[in-house]
């Protein structure tokens, strides 16, 4: 019969008589923000009186939150590069080398005159050279060449999507061949997807990590503070006050570690600025490298506080109950 | 205050504790359970202050009933009682001042309540000058009385101590039997579980002698003279 209350514990047990009534409310709003200023301050002074224990598991925390973070950031900077050309939606026609100025005007025009086409620009094997000659880098080594080797260009921008023109041009025996930067743009999006779900995986692993090491922190927590929880328990504390603590031990670890994390990908950022500021120049500065922001640097702090919260409590709520009777 | 009906314990080794126990202690009563060791005690008192289950029976403590009681609301009975044990359990690495706190800390209450409230019980077990020590730096002695300040603190109806004098020396001991009194005098229902027969002797009040977790007798000394107050059972 005594056993039935132990068998409840499984289920969540209806709320106490003790708490419903309105008339207490006063008193609980009061004894609620006392309890939790004590649960806030001893938990810290805790932290505090092993420096070499916490700094450790802060360490483990920190680096766990910070791998995922910076994998994420250079996913994000690839992305951002990735979108200066996600306008290159043109097709590049390349004319057939022995076409003339006037065919290829033709070519144009009958291009032009598509439904799906939007419009056509023509570069000449003259211009071509020139564009190659100022960018490639490769002035020098052109002078060598007695004769224009570059075709006539059609850059045909297609309405909508662009793959069935770019198959149908191809058809055209006036064209050598259609080049579709989008296609390579698929590419890339599908391997910076790619990337994205393996940050994703990675971060996921990582906060389980997370949750075993502050878990395992508070039960050692837990089991050294055995005679305290028990002594506590008989003087009429609830689950919640005995849990308390430790929940604010988590929740210090969590945002200590998010801070700290916070810090070393200050410093991977500052590291690897100037490196790539100099490697950025060298393309005239297509692309700059950019930081994590100020939503990015809260989601980082409010995720670890959240992780070590959890991983509190899910230890806590697990071995306090332990202690008591049916 | 407590209502035993027809109580029985047997722990899950199949040793009986109690059988078939049943009494009642009226509120503002004192009363010492006595008789051999392993006569039930200790299970009794655990059973008091819903440490253990009863195996068959009803328990009423403070008019409510400990069977209905399910496990969120232990605290709230464990509240209503102020504990007192042998080995005194204070938290070693806590000063004398938060280990009395403590109750008041758990029940939530205001700082400077609690600071007053603290300074009085420890005032009252005489050690009001040591509340910033560490419980070693105390004689057992004085650890005793800052477990017994530590239970009434919070003012409890209900006063239950396992032992509390088993490592005190005579006077001592009665020094804390005095105390205890004292309390019972200001309206708190005192149970203490002891076998220091002469010392029960001399406070005179009601005695339940337990044997084999039976309730043999159920006496009230008179050495003492007159007794002021008959049990209100």
Do not use: C
């Not at chain 1, 070499?52 to 802060?58: E, G, V």
């Not at chain 1, 328990?233 to 200590?256: C, E, I, K, M, N």
């Not at chain 2, 700082?111 to 009001?128: I, M, Q």
């Not at chain 2, 006063?159 to 309390?183: H, K, R, S, W, Y």
């Amino acid at each position: 019969m005594n056993r039935r209350t132990g068998q409840n514990r499984l289920k969540p047990a209806p709320a106490p008589a003790a708490r419903t009534p309105a008339v207490r409310a006063g008193w609980n709003v009061r004894a609620w923000r006392e309890q939790h200023r004590h649960g806030l301050l001893s938990s810290l002074q805790r932290l505090a009186a092993r420096p070499l224990a916490t700094s450790l598991t802060l360490a483990v925390l920190a680096l766990a939150l910070t791998l995922p973070v910076l994998f994420w950031l250079l996913l994000d900077n690839a992305r951002s590069l990735g979108g200066s050309v996600d306008d290159a939606r043109a097709l590049s026609v390349f004319a057939k080398p022995d076409l003339d100025a006037d065919a290829v005007q033709a070519l144009a025009a009958q291009v032009r005159a598509r439904s799906d086409v939007a419009s056509v620009e023509i570069k000449t094997p003259e211009q071509g050279l020139e564009e190659f000659r100022s960018q490639s880098g490769f002035a020098d080594a052109l002078k060598v060449l007695h004769y224009n080797p570059l075709p006539a260009v059609l850059v045909v921008m297609p309405r909508a999507e662009g793959a069935a023109l770019a198959t149908e041009l191809q058809r055209d025996p006036a064209v050598d061949l259609v080049q579709y930067d989008a296609q390579w743009r698929q590419r890339l999006n599908a391997i910076l997807a790619s990337g994205g779900r393996a940050a994703l995986v990675l971060a996921v692993l990582l906060a389980l990590a997370a949750l075993l090491v502050t878990g395992n922190t508070v039960r050692l927590d837990i089991q050294g503070r055995r005679e305290e929880i028990a002594v506590m328990q008989l003087l009429g504390a609830s689950d919640g006050f005995v849990r308390r603590p430790f929940l604010y031990t988590g929740f210090w670890y969590g945002v200590l570690a998010g801070v700290l994390s916070l810090i070393v990908i200050g410093l991977v950022e500052w590291a690897l600025a100037a490196p790539l500021a100099q490697l950025a120049a060298s393309y005239d500065h297509r692309f700059g490298l950019h930081g994590l922001s100020l939503a990015g640097t809260l989601v980082v702090l409010a995720g670890s506080t959240a992780l070590g919260w959890f991983g509190a409590w899910l230890t806590a709520t697990r071995h306090i109950a332990l202690g008591q009777p049916g | 205050m407590i209502r035993f009906d027809n109580v029985s314990k047997r722990y899950a080794s199949g040793h009986d504790a109690l059988s078939e126990l049943s009494f009642e202690i009226g509120a503002g009563e004192m009363a010492f359970v006595t008789g051999h060791s392993g006569a039930g005690k200790s299970t009794l008192l655990k059973l008091v202050s819903l440490m253990e289950r009863p195996t068959r029976g009803q328990i009423a403590v403070n008019g409510q009933s400990l069977n209905q009681t399910r496990r969120r609301g232990i605290p709230q009975v464990r509240r209503g009682i102020g504990m007192v044990f042998q080995d005194h359990r204070l938290l070693l690495e806590r000063s004398i001042f938060d280990n009395v706190a403590l109750p008041l800390v758990i029940a939530g209450t205001a700082r400077d309540e609690t600071g007053k409230r603290v300074r009085a019980a420890l005032d009252k077990v005489g050690l009001l000058a040591r509340e910033h020590a560490l419980p070693l730096a105390l004689s057992t002695g004085e650890q005793q009385r800052v477990g017994i300040a530590r239970a009434i603190v919070a003012k409890p109806p209900l006063l239950i101590a396992d032992e509390p004098t088993g490592n005190l020396d005579p006077q001592l001991a009665a020094e804390v039997m005095t105390l205890f009194g004292e309390f019972q005098q200001v309206g708190t229902t005192v149970l203490v579980a002891s076998h220091d027969l002469p010392l029960i002797k001399r406070m005179g009040k009601r005695v339940l002698v337990l044997d084999h977790g039976r309730l043999i007798d159920d006496y009230r000394p008179s050495e003492r003279g007159p007794s002021e107050r008959g049990p209100a059972a």
